[in-house]
C-alpha cells in the first residue's frame, strides 16, 4: 500500500486576521483541518491558532491577541460539543457564530494527512508559523508572561476549561474595563490570575500593578456577592533576577530599577493579591489540573 493510499482525505481553510477590510493586510493565524467523513466514522474537525502572536502585532500594535486566543477556545468547545455530526454547513455555521468580523477564513481546499494532529501541525508549518530565519521582535513584558502562562496551562490540559478575559465590569460596576487574564472555579474558591508586568523599563509596567491593586477589593466584593464564592488574585510577574535586578549597581539607576519591582510586589500584596512569577507557573498549573480533574 502507497504512502499515499494510507492517507486521509480532508479539507482545510486558513484563518486570516484582517485589521483593515480596506486595505486587506492580513496575517495567518491558524488552521481549520476537517476529515471526510466515512461510513464506519464521522467527520472530525482540528483547530489550531498560532501560540506566537508577534505577526500580528506587527501588522497591528494594538491587536486584542487575548480575544483571538478566547475565540479559538470558543471553537474547540463548540465543535467538540458537536463532533459527532460536524458536516461542512454546520461547520461554517459553527465559525460564522464564534469568529469575528476581523478574521476571516480561506476556501477549503483539499489535503491527504496521515493524521488530523500531524496535518495540523504540518499546515501551521507552512501556512501560519514564521520561518525560522524570520527576524521578529522578541515578546516582552505582559506579552511574554501571558505566553508562559498560557503554555504551562496548555501543558497541564486545563487551558480549554478556563474563563478568559473576565470582565471586571461583571463584579464591580458598568464601565470597568479591567479585563482579567484567566480563571477558573474548582468549588467555592474562585481563582483568578493576571500578568502584571514589573519591567522599569516597561512605561506601564509598575501602573498596572497600582491598577490591579486599586481594583482588587472591589472585584472580591463584588465575586463574593455575583458568584457566592471567595476571590484568590493572582499576579504573576517576571522574577527580578529575570529583569537583572537582583545585582546591586553602583550607581543610582539599579537600586531605582530594584526599588521600582519591589513596590509593584509590596503594592499588589498590601491588598491582598498573591504574587507569583512565571517560574511558579509549572506548578499553578498543576494545582489547576488536580482541581479540575482532568
Known sequence: ?????????????????????????????GVILRESATADRPARVEVRFTR??????CLDPDADTALLEGMESELRHRLASNNEAVSAGRLMRLLEESLSLSVQMTESRAYLAESLPAGVEELMRLYVDPPPRERL?????????????????ER?????????RIAAAEYTRPGDPLRIDAGYRPNGLIRMFHA????PGIAAGVETAKILAFSA?????????????ELELTAIVEPATQLGLSRQGTGDEEPERLSMYRFGVETMEEHQIRVLTTSDLGRVAETARRELRV
Open 1 to 29: 500500500m502507497s504512502l499515499e493510499s494510507q492517507r486521509r482525505a480532508c479539507e482545510f481553510q486558513l484563518l486570516r486576521y484582517v485589521p483593515d477590510a480596506v486595505r486587506n493586510e492580513f496575517v495567518h493565524i
Open 52 to 57: 506566537d502572536w508577534r505577526r500580528v502585532r
Open 137 to 153: 521582535p522578541r515578546l516582552s513584558g505582559r506579552a511574554a508572561i501571558q505566553a508562559r502562562m498560557r503554555s504551562e496551562f
Open 156 to 164: 497541564a490540559g486545563v487551558w480549554d476549561l478556563m474563563r478568559k
Open 196 to 199: 502584571v508586568s514589573l519591567d
Open 217 to 229: 477589593a472591589e472585584l472580591r466584593a463584588g465575586v463574593a456577592r455575583v458568584e457566592k464564592g
